[in-house]
């Protein structure tokens, strides 16, 4: 379920991202949206700031957004990680049955 609403999220942004005429103001959105995850704001998001908003995430889910997320796979996602990971989902066709973890 937390999975899901991170992924909407990323999804969300990058329909707006892609639809929008003013691509500065979307940009700055999606910084805006990066840094509400990042805590400790060192340019990268780690799994306990992940837990910070969505406490209630299982491993599992957590595993699943850092695979999907995460591309140099170093265990941080960052804001170019994020954006890519936003527009690469913004048609919406995200099949969260690769996402999971067995």
Do not use: C
């Amino acid at each position: 379920m937390v999975l899901k609403r991170l992924l909407v999220i990323l999804v969300l942004a990058g329909i707006a991202l892609t639809q929008s005429d003013d691509k500065a103001k979307d940009n700055e959105q999606h910084k805006n949206d990066f840094i509400s995850f990042d805590h400790n704001q060192d340019g990268n998001v780690d799994a306990a700031e992940v837990r910070t908003v969505f406490p209630q995430i299982s491993q599992e889910e957590l595993s699943a957004f850092f695979i999907a997320t995460d591309k140099n796979e170093n265990g941080l996602i960052d804001y170019d990680e994020y954006l890519h990971a936003s527009l690469e989902h913004a048609d919406g066709n995200l099949n969260l049955d690769d996402l999971q973890i067995s």
